[in-house]
């Protein structure tokens, strides 16, 4: 199995900070990888897909990057609504996601 | 835009089976993919599986195969996951969503509100 790896599981920020989450894989996946943001007591929502595709509606400072193993979703200039948890998931072999990634005030 | 309302809250016992459903508020929600998705208290996403559009074909997570079973009743648009051998660990929240068409990745961009699934004794 492809093992999914997300990294920091939190991190503090500010509003206006540039944030970057990464993920990494333990084999190459192509660009089979989404990320996807959740809030407290809501579903997760898809920002991501395909590593650098913005899905219709998402706001523009949100991007993602990389190829084969590593992977980067960053966030240009955080907002307060921006605040909640981040997963990646690759979708090469299986469907796991990553551990998550809190970003906290 | 489509909607996916899942069912409400269920309290088993362990080694109980709960049947969860997601039901899609257009009938184009037949002829897309869905997967499942878990979520325990305070912990991350888990993948459980995903069902085609005809409902013939399957696919599990390792970790469920067996326990788990997906299925779909196209006449009410509705997509059901089925889990047996219920054990405290299976305490969590349960998500449908609906695989995406227009590119080969998979992601949800559809999911439902989640179902609060909880074993108790």
């Known amino acids: 199995d492809i093992q999914v790896t997300q990294s920091p599981s939190s991190l503090s920020a500010s509003v206006g900070d540039r944030v970057t989450i990464t993920c990494r894989t333990s084999q190459s996946i192509s660009d089979y990888l989404n990320w996807y943001q959740q809030t407290p007591g809501k579903a997760p929502k898809l920002l991501i897909y395909?590593?650098?595709n913005l899905q219709s509606g998402v706001p523009s400072r949100f991007s993602g990057s990389g190829s084969e193993t590593d992977f980067t979703l960053t966030i240009s200039s955080l907002q307060p609504e921006d605040f909640a948890t981040y997963y990646c998931?690759?979708?090469?072999?299986?469907?796991?996601f990553g551990q998550g990634t809190k970003v906290e005030i | 835009q489509v909607q996916l309302v899942q069912s409400g809250a269920e309290v088993k016992k362990p080694g109980a089976s709960v049947k969860v459903s997601c039901k899609a508020s257009e009938n184009t929600f037949n002829t897309y993919y869905v997967h499942w998705v878990r979520q325990a208290p305070g912990q991350g996403l888990e993948w459980m599986g995903i069902?085609?559009?005809?409902?013939?074909?399957?696919n599990y997570a390792h970790k469920f195969q067996g326990r788990v079973t997906l299925t779909r009743d196209l006449s009410t648009t509705t997509v059901y996951m089925e889990l047996s051998n219920l054990r405290f660990d299976d305490t969590a929240v349960y998500y449908c969503g609906r695989r995406m068409r227009g590119a080969p990745y998979d992601a949800l961009d559809i999911w439902g509100q989640g179902t609060m699934v909880t074993v108790s004794s």
């Open positions: 069902i085609n559009p005809s409902g013939e074909t399957t």
């Open positions: 998931q690759q979708t090469y072999d299986s469907y796991p």
């Open positions: 395909g590593a650098s």
